[in-house]
């Protein structure tokens, strides 16, 4: 009863702070956490615990232990942000260097900005949308459809991301990240999921993958945004002397022209804001933040 009648005013709290975000999920199966604020309500928090296997894709992402916290404080906002964290560092098993605690939470619920940051927390994340038709512009490089007999080359562009990421971002460039990347590539070709590469002169200078998904009721993108049919844009590579020459808007042209039609809801995707390109370069194609991944490592460092 607790928990419904927090959802309810959490519920309420989101459709405040922004109109695309979707009705709360009921929370992950997990060990609940509950906390008290000072005038003595109770807030709540589902924890749940990942490991990823060497060789997981999301390795190449994200810490092999992952601790995410599913705060579920109805309208309380910060308060109740910072009651939960509290809670938390109290309980947090003792975890390795490759380790990390995860709060995903509305990106333009400001409030909840200063106690994530006071317990170490960094926005290392974001998961923007995109919403309206596909409006594009002269193209700046040939862009052709990849098949099987590009996955060597979709690899090695798909890797110029990932060590680029694991500057600037979450990126993590492991032993045997060029083997992970190409069996992931390969597999999303195998399942036809769309690949686009982009050449000038014959050269391959950038590639995009995207596809569409439902988010219908107990889907993991109903989750995260609105129900209906999306594009969901998985990764965007420029090679370093094309960029900022309009090779990627030139891809996602391509991508909004192919998967975001009249019965689309829109597109999303994932961007890292430390990253000095991504934030400019989404905005200008008409992503904005609706959810913002807030990360700690290792999970020992929460305060």
């Not at 190449?60 to 579920?72: C, G, K, N, Q, T």
């Not at 038709?133 to 007999?149: D, E, F, I, Q, S």
């Not at 680029?164 to 492991?174: K, S, T």
Request: with cysteine; net charge neutral; proline share 8%.
């Amino acid at each position: 009863m607790i928990l419904d009648a927090l959802l309810r005013g959490q519920a309420a709290r989101f459709s405040g702070v922004d109109p695309l975000l979707p009705e709360p999920a009921p929370p992950p199966e997990g060990p609940v956490l509950t906390a008290a604020l000072p005038g003595g309500e109770r807030v709540a928090g589902v924890v749940t615990r990942t490991l990823h296997p060497p060789g997981a894709a999301q390795t190449l992402w994200s810490a092999a232990d992952v601790r995410e916290l599913h705060p579920i404080v109805g309208s309380s906002g910060a308060a109740g942000i910072e009651a939960l964290l509290r809670r938390w560092r109290q309980v947090l098993e003792p975890a390795g260097q490759d380790s990390a605690c995860l709060v995903t939470w509305p990106s333009r619920d400001a409030e909840a900005t200063a106690p994530l940051l006071a317990h170490g927390f960094v926005p290392l994340t974001v998961l923007a949308v995109r919403v309206g038709r596909a409006r594009t512009g002269p193209g700046a490089c040939a862009v052709r459809r990849a098949t099987l007999a590009d996955v060597d080359l979709l690899a090695e562009l798909a890797m110029a991301e990932v060590e680029y990421a694991a500057m600037v971002g979450g990126g993590i460039v492991r032993d045997g990240a060029a083997a992970i990347k190409r069996g992931t590539v390969a597999r999303h070709l195998d399942r036809g999921d769309p690949t686009w590469i982009a050449e000038r002169d014959g050269v391959a200078v950038g590639m995009v993958e995207a596809w569409e998904t439902e988010a219908h009721p107990g889907s993991w993108a109903r989750t995260r945004v609105r129900a209906g049919r999306w594009a969901f844009v998985n990764c965007l590579s420029v090679v370093e002397s094309a960029r900022g020459t309009g090779v990627g808007r030139t891809l996602m042209d391509v991508v909004h022209s192919a998967l975001v039609g009249p019965r689309s809801a829109g597109s999303f995707l994932y961007y890292n804001p430390p990253n000095p390109l991504s934030p400019t370069f989404w905005a200008r194609q008409g992503y904005r933040p609706l959810w913002t991944v807030w990360e700690l490592r290792p999970a020992d460092a929460l305060r």
